[in-house]
């Protein structure tokens, strides 16, 4: 993945973030396939369809 970030202010916080975000996306991949978990907002309207 590719991100340009332009010199300001936020710049800091804005790695923080991205950093936090690659951290947590580490844990859906497999060596080179990707594993995602399920979506909890779509378990709910699967619940919601069964009843």
Do not use: W
């Not at 202010?9 to 690659?22: G, H, N, Q, R, Y």
């Amino acid at each position: 993945e590719c991100v340009m970030l332009n010199k300001g202010p936020f710049v800091v916080k804005t790695v923080k973030t991205l950093a936090d975000i690659l951290l947590r996306h580490a844990s859906h991949r497999d060596k080179k396939r990707y594993i995602h978990r399920p979506l909890s907002i779509a378990s709910y309207f699967i619940e919601q369809k069964e009843m």
